[in-house]
């Protein structure tokens, strides 16, 4: 199967630029399986007011971006994850969506919200779901759910063999965290990541690129820069990401103790 990413810098508050860079950037990329796209690609990330919402986020499957998007898959007979900025009614959610040659597939809300995305998005409410693309298990996140485990391993655990994993990464950790993601579940993951600065009034960010695709074993297979516009497709063998044998004794699911793991899913006060 032929994975990567495309790693490019969104405009703030521009559907329309920011579709037409996606465009350019995939029609010039090899052909591919699955490709994923950023967080809030339609988009930009920083919002001052509610009210910015309005004009750049869209009902799913039906609005502009995620009718584009479709026209591309099909162009390139190929799959692709994106971030979204989603409409419901008078709310928004951070997504993603899963589009192919067909069309529309399904799409995912980001349960782990982070920092200022808590005052515009309502938290997904689930549930963590894997998809076939071409016999390939694909399971999607957002940026922040990485730094939650159980969110990978939810996915892991139906068979997942491919996280497509859509970002905006400001923080330095996740890069590394997502090798040991790869490597806890026997996965490969494609980290998506966006480049520039953005400001929105007296609100900046700076996002960090590194765009990449870890193996099981928890190498890079390929890593983009921290500030250019690129697309990278690899190869993956779907057999390394179905062995869970780490030993001739030891299965990463099979050793696993459900049952010393109570805490796990009591809530806790804080």
Known sequence: MKVGFLQ???????????????????R??????LIVIPELANSGYIFADRKEL????????????VNKLIELAKEKDG???????????????NSSVLL????????????????????????GDGPFKVYDVRGM???LLICWDWIFPEATRSLAIQGMDVLAHSVNLVLSFCQNAMSTRSIENQIYAI???????????????????NSQVTSPDG?????????????????????????????DRNHIFKDRRPNMYKLLIEEEEF
Request: with cysteine; aromatic share 12%; hydrophobic share 30%.
């Open 191 to 209: 980290t998506s990541n966006r480049i520039g600065k953005e400001t929105n009034q007296e609100f900046k960010l700076h996002f960090k690129g």
């Open 79 to 93: 799959y692709i994850v994106s971030g979204i900025c989603e409409k419901k009614g008078d709310l928004f959610f």
């Open 137 to 139: 298990k694909v399971g």
């Open 100 to 123: 192919g040659p067909e069309g529309y597939v399904s799409k995912y809300r980001k349960i782990h919200l982070f920092d200022r995305e808590k005052l515009f998005f309502e938290p």
């Open 8 to 26: 490019f810098q969104p405009i703030l508050g521009d559907v329309e630029e920011n579709i037409d860079k996606i465009s350019r950037i995939i």
């Open 219 to 247: 190498k890079r297979l390929v890593q983009a820069s921290t500030d250019k516009e690129e697309s990278h497709i690899v190869s993956i063998d779907l057999e390394k990401s179905r062995n869970k044998w780490l030993s």
């Open 28 to 33: 010039t990329t090899d052909s591919f399986d």
């Open 54 to 65: 309005e004009n750049i986020s869209e009902e799913i499957p039906s609005g502009f971006f």
